[in-house]
């Protein structure tokens, strides 16, 4: 799911939410995208722009059912979207509907407290299936990524002393000579203000005056988050015997396919903004183009990746990849054209924006002799080597035009 901000004011689907964009006091349009397993999409849909997430999954599952004629089907959301509520209302055992999710994170110290997950198993694995009576019936994957824990470390202190930074500021404030700041409630309001912006109230324990206020850090609430750091659970439904617990973390994984997709489409290639219809069906239909647009576009980019800087040996890079949970590696080859900026026909490497700009000089000229009373016709430029294996690898044929 994504959002979109909006042109105009009189559209019947632009709404106030929650906005991905940054503009909150725009109106906006919700859509979401499906994929396949390789990210591939296979359909688009536009709600109202107040539309929750986890709202729009009963539409998705009558979709896959009667416009696909899918029977059983395995849906992989964020969870924010696969919720807890929508895990009992939408995906009863006799549904024939099966989801991978993942815990949010403060689930997570619950099962270290109850003692589900020990930190232990991660002294020579970095994946472990457990299970839990407070989710009966499930699988929990716990993963541990010493890269992410590293990473989260080094934000949680950057954030700690952002936060601290912004708190001196307000005690500097209680204590100058001139507009010095009094009272609980102003001094409460601008603290609370601060915590609340860097999401790191938790870990301070503060005490406010009328003249002014004093914090400190929860050393042991740091030191219990800490231990936690690149952790993290995925839960399914799926039987072990359909799905080992490495593909169920593949499969949460290749939601990043889909991020890639709204970034295409919103950003990068395709740019969905703005959009200025008023009426509903034209939006949907604008969005639903621009879903069409990014659809040959993923088909040119698999045929087209020799020839680009992505991946186009993803077989031997998963060969080379020793754990699902460890970030994914590039293959020999493709670390080849990243390091020579040369194919291996000794063509330059291109990113899709300027392979597209290399082939739009590819031109069809209108020639009209000299003597009037030859008719002019058409004489297509002859491709360079590169266009000419574009147009192989996409199995195009050029043809002069007729005259």
Request: hydrophobic share 45%; charged share 25%; net charge positive.
């Given at each position: 799911m994504t959002s979109t901000y909006f042109e105009g004011r009189h559209c019947e689907l632009?709404?106030?939410?929650?906005s991905r964009d940054d503009k909150s006091g725009k109106l906006q349009i919700v859509f979401g995208l499906l994929t396949n397993a390789e990210g591939c999409p296979?359909?688009?849909?536009?709600?109202?722009?107040?539309?929750?997430?986890?709202?729009?999954?009963?539409?998705?599952?009558?979709?896959?059912?009667?416009?696909f004629g899918l029977q059983r089907l395995v849906l992989v959301g964020d969870r924010g979207m696969i919720t807890s509520a929508r895990i009992r209302e939408d995906f009863a055992e006799d549904s024939g509907i099966s989801w991978?999710?993942?815990?949010?994170?403060a689930s997570i110290p619950r099962l270290a407290?109850?003692?589900?997950?020990?930190?232990?198993?991660?002294d020579t694995v970095d994946l472990a299936e457990i299970a839990h009576p407070d989710y009966p019936g499930e699988r929990l994957v716990v993963c541990f990524n010493p890269v992410l824990s590293e990473e989260r470390g080094r934000q949680r202190e950057d954030l700690l002393r952002a936060t601290e930074k912004e708190l001196e500021k307000i005690a500097s404030a209680t204590k100058r000579p001139k507009r010095t700041w009094r009272g609980k409630h102003t001094i409460g309001l601008r603290v609370g203000r601060?915590?609340?912006?860097?999401?790191?109230?938790?870990h301070y324990q503060i005490h406010i005056d009328e003249d002014g206020f004093r914090y400190q850090r929860k050393a042991e609430s740091i030191e219990r988050e800490k231990k936690l750091d690149g952790i993290y659970v995925i839960r399914t439904n799926v039987p072990a015997a359909s799905m080992p617990a490495t593909d169920v973390v593949r499969s949460y994984k290749q939601l990043s396919g889909v991020e890639r997709a709204f970034r295409s489409l919103k950003t990068v290639d395709l740019h969905v903004r703005p959009i200025h219809h008023r009426l509903a069906d034209r939006v949907r239909a604008h969005v639903f183009l621009c879903m069409l647009a990014y659809y040959v576009e993923w088909h040119m980019r698999q045929k087209l990746a020799p020839l680009l800087f992505d991946d186009h040996d993803k077989a031997a890079a998963q060969a080379q990849r020793d754990s699902i949970v460890k970030a994914a590696q590039r293959s020999p080859a493709a670390e080849r054209k990243a390091l020579t900026k040369q194919t291996a026909e000794q063509m330059p490497v291109h990113s899709f924006q300027s392979l597209l700009a290399d082939l739009a000089t590819l031109t069809i000229n209108r020639v009209q002799p000299a003597?009037?009373?030859?008719?002019?016709f058409h004489k297509l430029a002859n491709p360079t080597p590169l266009q000419q294996r574009v147009f192989d690898l996409l199995g195009i044929r050029i043809t002069p035009p007729a005259a």
């Open positions: 632009a709404r106030l939410g929650h296979v359909a688009v849909e536009v709600w109202e722009g107040n539309t929750a997430d986890p709202k729009t999954i009963p539409d998705q599952v009558k979709k896959l059912r009667e416009s991978i999710t993942a815990l949010r994170a407290a109850d003692g589900a997950l020990q930190l232990s198993l991660f601060v915590l609340g912006r860097f999401k790191m109230g938790k003597n009037q009373t030859v008719p002019a």
